[in-house]
């Protein structure tokens, strides 16, 4: 267990519908992200969040909308996904954005499935 | 520009025999590397990270990793292959400036272990 929780593990949406990821972490850390990771591509950032405050948005498409409501929560919302949007979303925490030496420790993950 | 490049997409080695995962990186400056695991349907779990202290860094389950200046590389290494070790490996290399994300990934290395 790394100290970082995501609810639900497993999610298969259509594509109308609007569901949101959670993610928790317990390690009082002050910086949040949230990744995509498809098959055969790199990781991707998608957002980052320091002291609560988004910092990055990785040109990530409006029906991903993410929330940070404090430094121990994330949350992403979706709505009117499309097939493609099919992956897998890790939530990671670290200590603070931006530092070189800053290690990130990741969540378990949702699969999302769009249909 | 950072970037990181692992090597080969695959290798597979018999259990109880040594395994090297090839990284080499890109970097203006000194960066901190790290090496992350992917059991399957899991989240990544941190190996073991270098930050410019010894250039020999040792983690978590007898992995190992030298980080070579001169050859820009940062191999990650065990002497001993067990079955558990099957799993995809990233290479991760800090970046500075830009995206406070701060982390770009290889593509990964999907470890197979024969027994």
């Known amino acids: 267990e790394t100290g970082v929780t995501q609810t639900p593990r497993h999610l298969v949406m259509g594509m109308t519908n609007k569901k949101s990821l959670k993610c928790e972490q317990h390690?009082?850390?002050?910086?949040m992200y949230w990744y995509k990771q498809s098959a055969k591509k790199p990781l991707e950032l998608m957002f980052v969040?320091?002291?609560?405050?988004?910092?990055e948005n990785n040109s990530v498409p409006s029906r991903f909308s993410p929330e940070c409501p404090n430094s121990s929560h994330l949350f992403l919302h979706l709505h009117t996904l499309q097939p493609e949007d099919s992956a897998l979303y890790l939530c990671?925490?670290?200590?603070?954005?931006?530092?070189?030496?800053?290690?990130?420790?990741f969540g378990p993950g949702t699969r999302l499935t769009v249909l | 520009a950072q970037s990181v490049t692992q090597l080969d997409s695959h290798v597979s080695v018999s259990e109880g025999t040594p395994v090297l995962l090839r990284c080499n990186y890109s970097?203006?400056?000194?960066?901190?590397l790290f090496w992350y695991v992917q059991h399957p349907n899991k989240g990544l779990q941190l190996l073991l990270k270098?930050?410019?202290?010894?250039?020999l860094v040792k983690g978590i389950n007898g992995f190992e990793a030298e980080f070579k200046k001169s050859e820009t590389s940062f191999h990650l290494t065990k002497p001993s292959a067990h079955m558990s070790d099957a799993a995809e490996y990233f290479c991760?290399?800090?970046?500075?400036?830009?995206?406070?994300?701060?982390?770009?990934f290889g593509k990964g290395t999907k470890l197979s272990v024969k027994p």
């Open positions: 990671a925490s670290s200590q603070e954005a931006g530092a070189t030496t800053d290690t990130q420790y």
């Open positions: 390690l009082g850390h002050n910086a």
């Open positions: 969040y320091n002291f609560k405050e988004q910092t």
């Open positions: 970097s203006s400056y000194s960066p901190s």
């Open positions: 270098y930050t410019s202290a010894a250039t």
């Open positions: 991760v290399v800090t970046t500075k400036g830009g995206s406070q994300g701060n982390l770009i």
